[in-house]
């Protein structure tokens, strides 16, 4: 991406960050993980990918929360607890007979971000698992109260995880 592309996507997220990161990409005719990149540094951090066992293993902890799948030909959108999973035949593996469950190339993760901004009018938290091509592999968002507000127990431990993935910024 030239620079002057680079400074008009970051000039767009600054003045909108709750545009939807797959719509922009397509729109702009880039990867989504560059849209991500683009957000003000103080509401993303990316840690590496090779975290992605680690990073699920601490999400099925955490109760509800909302997984979401975004195509070009749909969203989908699960609500509930992520299930434990573990390492087999090449997958990481959901180990769960009903509800959520499935296998997913975790070995093909590029980069786990830790995304916390305003959606639609509200504060939003989501990790976002993005491939080694630079697309969204899948998001889970922490989860929301009955008043929809962001469950203080998952963004704590949300924003805990994110410190432990990523690594400081070097001065």
Not at 81 to 103: C, D, T
Not at 110 to 125: I, Q, Y
Request: hydrophobic content about 50%.
């Amino acid at each position: 991406m030239l620079s002057t592309d680079l400074a008009d996507l970051r000039a767009h997220m600054a003045q909108n960050p709750g545009a939807v990161i797959e719509d922009v990409a397509r729109e702009r005719k880039i990867a989504p993980r560059a849209v991500i990149e683009a957000l003000p540094a103080e509401m993303v951090r990316i840690g590496r990918g090779d975290a992605f066992v680690a990073v699920m293993q601490d999400v099925a902890q955490w109760g509800e929360v909302t997984l979401i799948v975004h195509t070009d030909d749909a969203i989908f959108e699960f609500t509930g607890a992520i299930p434990a999973g573990e390492i087999g035949r090449g997958y990481f593996n959901l180990m769960q007979p009903k509800g959520l469950h499935g296998h997913l190339r975790h070995e093909r993760c590029g980069a786990v971000a830790f995304v916390e901004r305003p959606f639609m009018g509200k504060s939003s938290a989501f990790i976002a698992f993005l491939n080694v091509d630079g697309g969204v592999m899948f998001k889970v968002f922490v989860g929301r109260d009955e008043t929809r507000a962001l469950k203080q127990d998952q963004l704590a431990r949300f924003r805990a995880l994110a410190g432990q993935i990523v690594a400081p910024a070097i001065a």
